[in-house]
């Protein structure tokens, strides 16, 4: 991946109007070629209608969006060709078996017969369900439904593949499975293009993401830039045995650079943590528990839009 190669999409004052409602305000943002690019943030943020005018499903209401140098006002269809979408939801035939669902789905792109059957195949081993190929779409569990949809992204060869929310629902092992599998597709030089709720999985896969909060962009950089700009070196989590933690807040003051009071516990961002700990008992302070810890991106997102991700 080239940081000086031409961007594989490229956005400038991107706006996504639905009558009187702005759901994306005006963004800029490039993708890289061979990168995994992230979108962050909190429901409604205008992640997935940024997704849906990437993928030409939404037109542009202003601004200027150009797909591996293209238009989507003008030539759709060539995008399209280019793309493979994995969307939030899976849209699986459930009544066909696990390789007719990628067969028939290559019939869309008008891959030649031999090619479809040949690629199927590979795709079959790539995500782990050669063995289940013969069967029903409907018995998969909900980890191999989603590696089918990722497969059947990849049945077209696209050069950027859109993933909305890729490993929502999905349980620890099956979640570490899908990564996996991103991770090769970004080794074989695929853009990756992904929204996510999860902190951990945009650490894991992303290259550099955006936040975006209230159809903006509030904050863009990798996964590690983003925590050291925004955040401290280490956090402290402290729980006291109390209906509120708010009455703590303010005996706390000072102790770090900043305080964050959540209903179950209070978070002091400080240089470093075990001095930090030190003071709160030099105060007659008695937290039932404590914690010391890294910042990490979910700080981030407490201090850029004062809620977590998870609605």
């Not at 793309?83 to 699986?92: A, E, K, M, R, T």
Request: overall charge negative.
């Amino acid at each position: 991946m080239s940081s000086t190669a031409n961007p594989v999409i490229s956005a400038r004052g991107l706006t996504k109007r639905f009558d009187k409602f702005t759901a994306v305000d005006g963004i800029d943002f490039e993708v890289r070629p061979g990168e995994s690019f992230g979108f962050l943030g909190p429901n409604g943020a205008g992640k997935t209608s940024t997704m849906r005018m990437i993928g030409c499903t939404s037109p542009l209401s202003a601004g200027e969006l150009r797909i591996s140098g293209m238009d989507p006002r003008t030539h759709a269809s060539q995008i399209k060709a280019r793309l493979g979408v994995v969307p939030q939801l899976d849209n699986l035939d459930t009544e066909i078996t696990v390789r007719e669902n990628l067969l028939m789905y290559a019939r869309y792109f008008d891959v030649p017969r031999a090619v479809a059957l040949e690629r199927t195949e590979k795709l079959l081993q790539f995500v782990q369900l050669a063995e289940r190929s013969e069967a029903q779409v409907e018995s998969l569990s909900g980890g191999m439904k989603r590696r089918l949809t990722i497969a059947r992204a990849l049945v077209n060869e696209p050069e950027i593949v859109l993933l909305d929310e890729p490993t929502t629902g999905l349980d620890p092992q099956a979640r570490h499975l899908v990564w996996e599998r991103l991770f090769r597709l970004k080794r074989q030089g695929v853009t990756l293009v992904l929204t996510t709720h999860y902190m951990d999985e945009a650490e894991q896969l992303c290259d550099r993401l955006v936040v975006m909060d209230g159809g903006k962009i509030v904050a863009e950089g990798s996964p590690r830039a983003l925590i050291e700009r925004h955040s401290t070196r280490e956090v402290v989590e402290l729980r006291f045995n109390a209906e509120s933690q708010d009455p703590f807040a303010g005996k706390l003051d000072g102790i770090g650079e900043r305080t964050e009071v959540l209903p179950d516990r209070i978070l002091l961002y400080v240089a470093d943590g075990d001095d930090a700990v030190a003071e709160v008992h030099r105060r007659s302070l008695t937290p039932d528990s404590v914690l010391v810890r890294r910042s990490s991106l979910e700080d981030v997102f407490l201090h850029l839009t004062g809620r977590t991700l998870v609605d």
